[in-house]
């Protein structure tokens, strides 16, 4: 996840943003990884909003998390954003929750 913000970032400051959203939307799969190790600002938030709303219906993600979808609203620093993101996450999703020791 924070890769993916970092990429983010860096095509905002080179004016490719949507370039870079032309590239994640010609995989067939992505996977956003430890969303919510680390909280998003107000902007990092939006272009994730954007790139789930444009994969929604079209594209498959896999997410992990290990927060609760309740504290969603925490990580993305704004709970209107949060909402909507889980929206179309869970809309026709398959949810695995993990309990247990970590074995890494």
């Given at each position: 996840?924070?890769?993916?913000?970092?990429?983010?970032?860096?095509?905002?400051?080179?004016?490719?943003?949507?370039?870079?959203?032309?590239?994640?939307?010609?995989?067939?799969?992505?996977?956003?990884?430890?969303?919510?190790?680390?909280?998003?600002?107000?902007?990092?938030?939006?272009?994730?909003?954007?790139?789930?709303?444009?994969?929604?219906?079209?594209?498959?993600?896999?997410?992990?998390?290990?927060?609760?979808f309740e504290q969603?609203?925490?990580?993305?620093?704004?709970?209107?954003?949060?909402?909507?993101?889980?929206?179309?996450?869970?809309?026709?999703?398959?949810?695995?929750?993990l309990r247990g020791?970590?074995?890494?």
């Amino acid at each position: 996840m924070q890769e993916l913000v970092d990429r983010f970032y860096t095509s905002l400051a080179t004016g490719e943003i949507k370039k870079l959203f032309k590239k994640l939307l010609s995989y067939n799969c992505i996977i956003l990884d430890e969303i919510g190790y680390l909280p998003l600002d107000k902007k990092a938030a939006n272009y994730l909003f954007q790139l789930i709303s444009k994969c929604y219906e079209r594209k498959s993600l896999i997410v992990s998390s290990n927060k609760g979808f309740e504290q969603w609203g925490e990580i993305f620093s704004d709970g209107i954003i949060a909402t909507a993101i889980l929206d179309r996450l869970l809309h026709h999703s398959e949810i695995f929750l993990l309990r247990g020791e970590s074995y890494r």
